[in-house]
């Protein structure tokens, strides 16, 4: 190997250690989907939530970086997850409307507090812990 193939090889392992350190910091979570999935879909090792009554059902859930929230509407009554501003970004979140029997994932990528409601009904707040 050259010299100048070795810079070359070190220069891009750099770049691409800078790229990978700037994408950890800009995405405190990933969202699976955009759209809702149906129920049935959810990840096999996700971590479920239930909405039901009006209520996120458990209203606080701790996981580890790096693991998967599925939220389940199962009632008739459209709801989401959102977050208000500087909770996940900059700007606020409302994620997509669920429908009866569909889901929508979230993955977490760093460890926080994230609390969460319903953009239609902001009386439903709940958390994920993620530590
Ligand atoms: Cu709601």
């Not at 050259?2 to 994408?23: D, E």
């Not at 990840?43 to 479920?48: D, L, M, T």
């Not at 208000?84 to 979140?93: F, I, T």
Request: charged letters at 20%.
């Amino acid at each position: 190997m050259t010299f100048a193939t070795k810079t070359r090889t070190l220069l891009t392992a750099l770049a691409l250690t800078a790229l990978g350190t700037q994408m950890a910091l800009a995405d405190k979570i990933s969202i699976l989907t955009e759209a809702p999935a149906p129920a049935a879909e959810a990840p096999a090792e996700a971590v479920i939530v239930n909405i039901a009554k009006m209520k996120y059902e458990p209203a606080e859930v701790t996981i580890k970086p790096g693991q998967t929230v599925t939220w389940i509407n199962t009632e008739a009554m459209p709801h989401n997850v959102a977050f208000k501003a500087g909770v996940v970004d900059d700007a606020k979140m409302d994620g997509a409307m669920m429908k009866k029997e569909q889901s929508y994932s979230i993955t977490f990528n760093e460890a926080g507090s994230y609390d969460y409601h319903c953009t239609p009904h902001p009386f439903m707040k709940a958390k994920v812990i993620v530590e």
